[in-house]
């Protein structure tokens, strides 16, 4: 079954860190990545830029509206994720507490399929 971990984390928590604390958590995450590769369990990972370099885009009837990041109302960011290939629920749920972002954001479990199901 395919699994994506979903890393959602505080808006500016990025901006909170110095450079060198970034590049050390992305390296720690790198090597969960790797790992997960060396496992068979990894079919995708990316990271993703701060919400202030997003758009959101909405289509009412023949309206569309695009908004520029940063989003005002907006507590979280989706920060990255991770596609993944499980036996099971229980070890996706497994890897999400091994993911070192576990420990400065929350990290969803989300099993892949149709949205109607």
């Given at each position: 079954?395919?699994?994506?971990?979903?890393?959602v984390?505080?808006?500016?928590?990025?901006?909170?860190?110095?450079?060198?604390?970034?590049?050390?958590?992305?390296?720690?995450?790198?090597?969960?990545?790797?790992?997960?590769?060396?496992?068979?369990?990894?079919?995708m990972?990316?990271?993703?830029?701060?919400?202030?370099?997003?758009?959101?885009?909405?289509?009412?009837?023949?309206?569309?509206?695009?908004?520029?990041?940063?989003?005002?109302?907006?507590?979280?960011?989706?920060?990255?994720?991770?596609?993944?290939?499980?036996?099971?629920?229980?070890?996706?749920?497994?890897?999400?507490?091994?993911?070192?972002?576990?420990?400065?954001?929350?990290?969803?479990?989300r099993?892949?399929?149709?949205?109607?199901?």
């Amino acid at each position: 079954m395919a699994y994506a971990l979903i890393v959602v984390e505080p808006v500016g928590q990025r901006q909170s860190r110095t450079e060198a604390e970034g590049r050390a958590l992305y390296d720690r995450m790198l090597r969960f990545s790797e790992d997960l590769k060396s496992r068979g369990l990894l079919t995708m990972t990316q990271s993703l830029k701060t919400d202030t370099q997003g758009v959101r885009v909405r289509v009412e009837g023949n309206q569309s509206t695009v908004v520029d990041g940063p989003f005002a109302e907006a507590k979280e960011m989706i920060g990255g994720f991770f596609i993944l290939t499980c036996e099971t629920r229980d070890q996706a749920i497994a890897l999400a507490k091994e993911c070192p972002a576990a420990s400065w954001a929350t990290v969803e479990v989300r099993e892949l399929g149709p949205c109607f199901s």
